[in-house]
């Protein structure tokens, strides 16, 4: 029989193939894996509604220099009872608070006076409101410097009469100490005397 005229052997197909590479009788069991987590969304921050800043006109000047008078007058009238009454520790506390309120007035004030026009725009009834809390100020102010002025001179005279005291109760023992070192002399020389006596005689 003639070997070349068998027909050719029918060679077997290779197992199918899993999408994953691995051969379907190998058997290996597959995790799936875990689907990815969902992005977070962003969190906003939100800020507060803004105070809308207040707008420099001649009426909020006003109110501006009507505060700072009514504070100074407050605190004129606390001291100048602080200075009747002589407490001096009330008054001390008193001493920064009046100087930055002063000062605070003192400059709006000047931009008042820098500017006569806004003072005009000013509405009238709080102009005339304004007017009547500055001349009660300055009155406050006025009682203040007569009743420091006063307090100073108190303390003048009475630091005054101490070194008077002082003085003539120097003065006192000065002389005493004299008079007693006269006397003690004087003993001296008539025993002195009188040794000298015995020993001539």
Avoid: C, W
Avoid at 19 to 24: C, H, L, P, W
Avoid at 82 to 99: D, W
Avoid at 114 to 125: L, N, V, Y
């Amino acid at each position: 029989m003639n070997m070349m005229s068998r027909p050719p052997l029918s060679k077997s197909a290779p197992p199918p193939r899993s999408d994953s590479g691995v051969r379907g009788d190998d058997h290996v069991a597959i995790r799936p894996r875990a689907p990815a987590a969902a992005p977070r969304p962003a969190i906003e921050t939100r800020r507060g509604p803004e105070a809308p800043k207040r707008a420099s006109t001649p009426d909020s000047r006003a109110d501006d220099l009507m505060q700072v008078i009514r504070q100074l007058g407050d605190l004129l009238t606390k001291e100048n009872l602080a200075l009747k009454r002589h407490r001096v520790e009330e008054v001390k506390a008193m001493t920064e608070r009046k100087e930055i309120l002063a000062r605070t007035y003192q400059q709006q004030l000047n931009a008042f006076h820098r500017d006569p026009e806004m003072a005009k725009s000013i509405e009238r009834t709080k102009r005339e409101q304004l007017i009547q809390a500055a001349a009660k100020l300055s009155t406050a102010m006025a009682e203040n410097a007569n009743l420091l002025k006063v307090n100073i001179t108190v303390v003048e005279k009475f630091l005054k009469t101490v070194v008077d005291a002082v003085k003539e109760r120097q003065q006192a023992r000065s002389a005493a100490y004299s008079k007693q070192g006269a006397i003690a002399a004087y003993g001296l020389s008539k025993r002195q005397m009188a040794v000298s006596y015995n020993q001539t005689s």
